[in-house]
Structures are given as structure tokens and as C-alpha cells.
């Protein structure tokens, strides 16, 4: 094979910028058929891409077609697991769009067929090629920081306004997106503070507000709270309420701390690791000697789409190690689901969650799911400047 | 009355600090006589202040001796409530060392013997002269920022190394000091973050860490997640086991947000109140205009102790108005406690609290209080560069 033939499933929003990549910008790839259940999606892509891209308005058709190596599966949420593991079944390389789903349960139930497959399964994780996360994840796992003992991301500048709730029926609704902030913007963010941490928390105590900011039924405004095996702490502090926000991480460590805000990566180098201070400091007030050093990012080409459609393409071809394995899309899921528990519980989580009680509670909230609001259904939105 | 004469008790860090800010720095205020229990500081008072300032053994000799008008009170955080109640009996006026005390059942007893007095009585939250702080109460005040949204003070900065808890056997455990780095470090902090914001919350729920980073039977790691009656939700971190650590205050409200940090001031500002822009705005992923605002603040003169002893002196002398009255000091030590209370039962604290249940609590901690480490006991440490 010296070309993979690529599909995409759904030509929304991210199914269309997916598919102008592919055509014009992924070497090796190719874009030989779309699938959507819209008429007038499928309509879109008929006027918009070239001819020779077919087009399905069943996955069904498309995995029967032999038109298509690999799949990028760019539906909403809740269908990533099942056409995943059809797909597979298919003997299909797959590609799904984040989050990997909706509920762990089904998500499990795709890795599971993942593994007893040999095709390839990725992650639209794109942030995990921006070059700032890379160089932390980098820092971390070389030791420069030394064991974490904090971690504190406020990522509160995902300001949606009402009008864009109301731009599709299916936003922000349980029945639709299955969730809120937490899986619809945060997916990167949830994704990224356990890549580059190289940790999971073990146990989750969240506080999630619903609708708080905007009539919506699900969560604008979360505040968790986790703690780590090795006794850490952590905070994850969201909303999509405010403007203009913040987006700030910051990891504390043995070694100093690291903060990443407004593009820059800096690193508050101890000069003698903490508890070798402490363990031979006999003054009163003194503290370690403290370097602040501003580390150096490629700035270029940082957290692109294209790079994760790349890498996804030469595994293919190369045998190129993935970026952003499809299997590994589950552990920001754990954290958010396990966020969704708690504050419904109003307790605590314990990690790996309850998958089985976590879908009992959502489908409650799906099954209670009256929210209507007054929608200009299905206008795809320019999500050019979007991650 | 053209000078008042101060009584100090409680030669140690901070009353001689106190001390010698009464003899040289505050017009109108002259230190006639000092009070402490221990003899080696006694001995030090005779070696180190002009020879007419008296020394007493005891309080109660220090108050019948008719030598003071107002005392200041620098015990252990313990004795603050009934020092101040019998200093008023006596007629003085009262400054009394933050924190207020230790358990809100004491302060509230002396804030009610404080009100029934025509004495002053005010507290050393010193900070409130910060030049930074001072002007975030105002622009909040003012309505620059407009309704709040969200708190977060990141006050990790405190750092105690072992060897600064060994300094004196009462440090850190519950029956000398009360508390760790809530009761000890961050009393300015918890008093500001509700005099700037001119909120208490209205509940917390608050992980506390006890002995995490050092061998001390009190906490020294504590996140503290509280929610408001307005709707607003904050939080308040805070460690003395980290270095450099951080202290970042961050207030967004319905017009932007500000930063306090690295002494500066900066305002996020929206041109368009975030409500307003949202009713009215029909397009996808926009938000509204934002100006970044450097604040202008007075870097001269500010967070000293003089500016409270001069002002708590010009309230005596002239009827100057308190900038902290004593008897506000219940509301930042209310927080604390509503902290270790939720640490304590691993639950949400409404507020007010339930100060007999908060008593028995710490009571039992303190008959638990088996703590004993290898100090060197007394060492007064140099606390000039301290708050």
C-alpha cells in the first residue's frame, strides 16, 4: 500500500476540515468517500469536494463499499465506540474524532475489540503534537521536575455564548452531546494534564454546575479535585462561561514548578531539590536557591490536526509509531465521567470509576432529557480557529 | 490624650518587632511597658528597650498597673481572646495579633466583650495597607469587574522548612499554635480574599493534608473549594511544603477578570459585559472585546505593620476609622475553621459554622496532641522579612 484510501463519517464541523486536510494536505492519504446521515450534509459534500468522493448515507454502505482503507469516524460522541468497533470488524483502520465517547463502558467495549485487532486505531488528539505540551511531557518524564506533588489547571477560556448552544438541537443536551464542557471542550485539556504527568489521579471529588451560565442541561462549570498515588494533589477548573478565561497549568514538583500560560513554557528550577533542602537546612525562614528559566519551544506547527492525520497515515503505511493511540482516549474520559459521578453522587470517586453505575446515571439523565431549545438545527459552524 | 501608651505582651518574633515600631516609627504612640511569661525574654526586654519601659510577669499585673492606655496582644494564637476580654475590662484598648484566635466560639466571646467596650479594638491584618490589595477591594467595590464569578488564590508560597517548625516546641501542633499554615501563614490571605471581594462563602468543602511534607501533627497542604450565595465558586490553595511556589489571586466577574500576582495588578477588561454580549450576540464561537489593563498601584509603603499601629493609634487619639476592625477577624478565621471542619468529617461546612462542634473537634486533637519533637525550644526567629 502506498496510499490509504480514508473515509470520513459525518461531515460536520470537524468531518469537513478532516476532509479538506486529506485531500490537499496529508501525504499518502486520500480522501475517497464521505458518510453522513444528512441529505443536506451529503448535499455539502457533493457541491464542495472533488467528484471521485463517493458518497454514503449509511456506515453500513461505506464499510461494504471496499472504497476505503481506514475510517475517520467524526460523528457526535455517542457513535464514536459503535462504528469503531464495526469498523474494525471490517477490517478497517480507524480514526475517531475526541472524546472517545460518551460513557467508559462502550468505550471499553471498543478498546477491547481495538486490541483483538490488528488494524490501526487512533485518537484526533492533536494537542499531543503542540510542540509546549510535548516539551512539558518531555521535562516531566525526564526528571527535570522530579516526583509531582501538585497540579492545578484552570482552563476557563472556552467562552461559548448562548448562540452557539442554540446553533444544533443536539448541544449541550445528555440525549445529544452527552455532556458539557467537560466533553466537548476539555477533551485535550483532560487528555494532556495525564499525558503529560504520566499520571491518573485514584481518587475524583468534583463540583459541576449545570446550566449555569447558559440555558442548557448540562455542565458549564466545573471545579474537581483530585488526588494522586504517590499523594499529589490536583485541580482541574473549567467553564465556558467566562470571557476572556484563562488557560494556565500549573505542576508543582521536588524540583520547583513548571507553569504553561499564554504560549510560554517556564520552569522555576530549584537549585537544590526540595527535601534535600529541608533534610539539611537548620535556619529558620530559608528557602531553596530558585532558578526561573524560560524553556525553549518550537513554536512552529504546534497542536495541528494535520500532524495527528499524518502520523495516523504513516503508522499505516510505516508502521509509524501513533501519537495518540485510540486505547488511550479512555483515561480522559475516566476523568471526566468520574467528575460527572461525584458531583452527582456529591461524593467521592474512586478510580477506575463504576462504569456500570456511571451509565446507569447517564441514562437516567438521557431519559429525562426534555431540554428543548429554540435551535437553528444543524448549522455548521467555521470551527477554523478551534482545537 | 496626646500619646498613647502601649503595652505589649508577647516579647517574641513579632511583638519585638511591634516593640520597637512603637518606640521609633508611630507618632503619637510611645511603649511604656512590655509583659511576658518567660524570663529569657523578660531579660532580653531589660538588655534590648530603653530603660522606662516596664516589665511585667503576667497580664493581670500588667493591666492593674495603670502604666498603658491600649495593649498589644503578640501571644500564642491561644490566648488572643481572653487577653483582649480582660484588657477591656481593664478599659484598654485592644490590638490583637491575627489570627483572631483559634476557634471562632473564643473570638466571638471577645468580639461581643469588644462590643459592649467604648474601647478600639482592632487586629494586624497589616496586608490590608497593601497597595495591591487595597486597590483590587476598590475596583471590586466600585463595580469595575462587576457581579463575581470565581475566586482562586493560589498561596503556595509559605514555605517552612523542617527546621523552622523544630524552632519552637509549640509550632505546628494543636495544642501550641492550633493549626498549620491556615492558622499561621495565611490569616492575611483568608482575610483579604473576603475584604477584597467583600464575600464569605456560603459553604466549603476543603481537603486538608495533615503532616504531608513535614513532621508536624497539624496541616500543611490544604485545597479548599467554596461556593457563594451569589452563585460564585472559589478556591484557596495553600502549602508550606513547596518551593518557589506560587501567590496568584485571580477574581473573574461578569466584566473580565484580574490577576493579582508578582505585584502587579492586571484587569482582563471587557469592552461589553459579558451578560450583555451574550444576550445579543448571534454568531458562532465570538466573544466579547477585551482589553488587557495594567492597574496602576502605589508601590511605596505597603503591607506594614507601622500603617496599622499609626492607624490604630490615630483611631484612639483623632477617632481615625479602624482599617481592621478586631472584629472582623472572626470572618477569616471562620473560613480556616469551616476548612478543617470539612477536612475533619469529609463533608461540605455550611457557614456559620457550627462553632460548639468546631470546638469539640479541635479539642479532641488537642487531648490527642502526643506530638513531640526535637526542638530547640523558644528561639526567636528573625521575622523582618516576614508579614
Redesign the interface.
Known amino acids: 500500500m502506498n496510499k490509504v484510501r480514508f473515509g470520513i463519517i459525518g461531515v460536520g464541523n470537524m468531518g469537513r476540515a478532516h476532509a479538506f486536510s486529506l485531500l490537499n494536505e496529508v501525504k499518502g492519504a486520500e480522501l475517497t468517500a464521505v458518510c453522513d446521515i444528512s441529505p443536506e450534509r451529503l448535499e455539502w459534500a457533493a457541491e464542495q469536494l472533488p467528484e471521485q468522493v463517493l458518497r454514503f448515507s449509511t456506515a453500513e454502505e461505506l464499510f461494504a463499499s471496499g472504497s476505503i482503507d481506514a475510517v475517520m469516524i467524526a460523528t457526535p460522541h455517542y457513535d464514536h465506540p459503535p462504528l469503531a468497533i464495526e469498523a474494525l470488524k471490517h477490517g478497517l483502520h480507524v480514526l475517531i474524532e475526541k472524546p472517545a465517547g460518551v460513557f467508559t463502558k462502550a468505550v471499553q467495549e471498543m478498546n477491547d475489540a481495538a486490541a483483538q485487532s490488528d488494524r490501526k486505531f487512533g485518537i484526533m488528539y492533536n494537542q499531543r503534537t503542540n510542540p509546549l505540551y510535548k516539551k512539558l511531557k518531555e521535562l516531566i518524564a525526564s526528571g527535570e521536575l522530579g516526583e509531582i506533588?501538585?497540579t492545578?489547571w484552570?482552563i476557563?477560556d472556552w467562552?461559548?455564548?448562548?448562540?452557539?448552544y442554540n446553533?444544533g438541537g443536539w448541544r449541550a443536551t445528555w440525549a445529544g452531546e452527552g455532556g458539557g464542557v467537560l466533553l466537548n471542550q476539555d477533551p485535550h485539556q483532560l487528555d494532556l494534564w495525564q499525558w503529560t504527568t504520566g499520571m491518573m489521579p485514584k481518587r475524583v471529588?468534583a463540583?459541576c454546575?449545570f446550566g449555569?451560565?447558559?440555558s442548557i442541561e448540562v455542565e458549564d462549570?466545573v471545579?474537581a479535585?483530585v488526588?494522586y498515588e504517590n499523594?499529589a494533589?490536583g485541580?482541574f477548573?473549567t467553564?465556558t462561561?467566562?470571557?476572556?478565561?484563562?488557560n494556565r497549568f500549573?505542576i508543582?514538583g521536588d524540583n520547583?514548578?513548571i507553569?504553561v500560560e499564554d504560549g510560554s513554557l517556564t520552569f522555576?528550577r530549584?537549585r537544590t531539590p526540595?527535601p534535600e533542602?529541608?533534610?539539611t537546612?537548620?535556619?529558620?525562614?530559608?528557602?531553596?536557591e530558585?532558578w526561573k528559566c524560560e524553556i525553549p519551544v518550537d513554536k512552529s506547527n504546534g497542536g495541528s490536526h494535520q500532524g495527528i492525520l499524518r502520523n495516523f497515515t504513516n503508522a499505516i503505511l510505516n508502521d509509524e509509531p501513533l501519537i495518540a493511540p485510540g486505547e488511550e482516549g479512555i483515561r480522559g474520559l475516566t476523568l471526566s465521567n468520574a467528575m460527572y459521578l461525584s458531583a452527582w453522587t456529591d461524593n467521592w470517586v474512586e478510580l477506575p470509576i463504576d462504569a456500570d453505575l456511571f451509565h446507569e446515571h447517564l441514562m437516567e439523565k438521557v431519559r429525562n432529557s426534555t431540554f428543548k431549545k429554540e435551535a437553528s438545527q444543524g448549522k455548521a459552524?467555521?470551527?477554523s480557529?478551534?482545537h
Open positions: 506533588r501538585r492545578n484552570i476557563t467562552y461559548r455564548s448562548q448562540s452557539y446553533s471529588r463540583f454546575q449555569k451560565y447558559r462549570d471545579t479535585y488526588e499523594g494533589t485541580l477548573i467553564t462561561g467566562e470571557a476572556p478565561g484563562t500549573e508543582t520547583g514548578k507553569v522555576w530549584l526540595e533542602f529541608n533534610a537546612y537548620t535556619g529558620g525562614f530559608g528557602q531553596p530558585c459552524l467555521d470551527v480557529g478551534t
